[in-house]
């Protein structure tokens, strides 16, 4: 039989989750978009520095195809990328706009405040070559959900 306290155990739990992951009830995800790493490298701490935590470098191709989209999201490092082909449009966390064509680069802004989204407005796949220098652990890409200006367009 199960007791009363390991039931309100696991529904505070379930509470607790919920609570706590608000921005993935809000993301967006992505559609379209195929990734493939060509590159990663792990910098570990540096001895004697309490600053440096270690860096992860990875390199990576990645294609939007036609009418796709990266969903909202952020990065928690810095994310640097050159445009192959097409052109890549980004809907930023104050809702401007900013196209980039072929032969151009990308430096994404670092955190949560840096929202945004790229999108394949044209009729040919996008293909960027990006490199991601992110601390050790963390994803290419934070899931985040639409800024409030995005709700009113």
């Known amino acids: 039989m199960i007791s009363i306290g390991r039931i309100a155990t696991v529904g505070l ?4 989750v919920a609570g706590l992951s608000p921005a993935l009830a809000g993301a967006t995800p992505p559609s ?3 990734a493939e790493t060509l590159a ?3 910098f570990p701490l540096i ?8 860096t992860d470098f990875t390199a ?10 990266t969903g909202w999201h952020y990065h928690d490092g810095p994310v640097y990328a050159y445009v192959e082909q097409g052109v890549l449009t ?14 151009q680069v990308i ?6 405040d840096h929202v945004h989204e ?6 040919v796949p996008v293909v960027l070559y990006a490199a991601y220098i992110e601390p050790p652990g963390k994803p290419f890409a934070e899931d985040a959900p639409a800024p409030p200006c995005a709700g009113a367009a």
């Open 90 to 103: 980004r809907t930023l966390h104050d809702c401007s706009q900013v196209s980039t064509l072929a032969g």
């Open 107 to 112: 430096a994404e802004e670092v955190n949560a």
């Open 60 to 69: 990576r191709k990645i294609t939007i195809a036609p009418g796709g989209t």
């Open 47 to 54: 001895p004697g520095s309490a600053d440096i935590a270690g």
């Open 13 to 16: 739990c379930c509470i607790a």
């Open 32 to 34: 379209g978009v195929t």
């Open 40 to 42: 990663h490298l792990s």
């Open 118 to 123: 790229g999108i394949n407005l044209g009729t």
